[in-house]
């Protein structure tokens, strides 16, 4: 299974961008999908998570700015995040639930600027 994020960038404070992240492989069911955030020298946090049956869960930095969405069909989820902050520039990985098992993507930059 590969995951191919991308739409990472730079961006001004108070700028949009959309992420998205694509799975292929041997999938049969992707269940739950997600975006998590590494801001530099700090650890891993999660931004959104879309279960498989729709529900969503969003990070409190998340909350209010950004947008998770999935294409099930595609095997693909995205991140729309407005109002970004330069405390939002970091790498963006995506995560994918099959199964027992989890993969993550390469991660896609995101630098804010002020």
């Known amino acids: 299974v590969q995951l191919q994020a991308s739409g990472g960038g730079l961006v001004q404070a108070g700028g949009s961008l959309r992420l998205s992240c694509a799975a292929s492989?041997?999938?049969?069911?992707?269940?739950?999908m997600g975006w998590y955030h590494q801001a530099p020298g700090r650890q891993r946090e999660l931004v959104a998570r879309i279960y498989s049956g729709g529900s969503l869960t969003y990070g409190e930095a998340a909350k209010g700015r950004f947008t998770i969405a999935r294409a099930n069909a595609k095997n693909t989820v995205y991140l729309q995040m407005s109002s970004l902050k330069p405390d939002d520039t970091g790498v963006y990985y995506c995560?994918?639930?099959?199964?027992?098992?989890?993969?993550w993507g390469q991660g896609t930059q995101v630098t804010v600027s002020s």
């Open positions: 492989g041997p999938i049969f069911s992707v269940n739950d």
């Open positions: 995560r994918i639930w099959v199964g027992s098992a989890n993969y």
